[in-house]
């Protein structure tokens, strides 16, 4: 029996996959379970159409996050924070911090794809890296100076 794949199925394929399976597995197993729908026509025509405006919208997407990288080349946030004599802050300048400068000049970038090799816990530069999944990566200079 073909069926097409709803979600993903352990030694079966991935989701959308159209792939034929015996008819007591599909009857019994997928089915119920709402793993897996019957191949017909119509309903592999839908899941083609689906497929296409997924992989534009994926393109569009990427495209958006391109910008975005191009975009942050040579941009610089700027913390004040206090610090002791031998320039270690009361604190730490953190991702979230990072964030929300960024917010603040226009970026929407959120926290978790800001990514810093060690928290910033002195005075001077640091550089902080903005994944965007997909080999996109861009570089933010992160400047801290004392209040």
Not at 91 to 97: E, K, L, V, Y
Not at 131 to 141: D, I, T
């Amino acid at each position: 029996m073909k069926i097409i794949l709803q979600k993903d199925v352990k030694n079966v394929g991935k989701v959308g996959d159209l792939v034929s399976v015996s008819d007591g597995y599909a009857r019994n197993f997928l089915f119920p379970r709402k793993l897996a729908v019957e191949a017909t026509e119509k309903r592999v025509n839908e899941f083609e159409h689906l497929k296409k405006v997924a992989e534009i919208q994926k393109k569009k997407a990427h495209a958006e996050r391109e910008a975005l990288v191009t975009k942050l080349k040579g941009v610089t946030v700027i913390f004040r924070a206090q610090a002791g004599d031998s320039d270690k802050l009361f604190g730490t300048i953190t991702t979230h911090d990072i964030s929300n400068e960024l917010e603040k000049a226009g970026y929407h970038i959120d926290r978790r794809d800001i990514h810093l090799d060690e928290p910033i816990k002195l005075l001077g530069q640091h550089k902080a890296i903005v994944k965007l999944g997909e080999g996109l990566h861009g570089e933010v200079q992160v400047v801290v100076e004392r209040v």
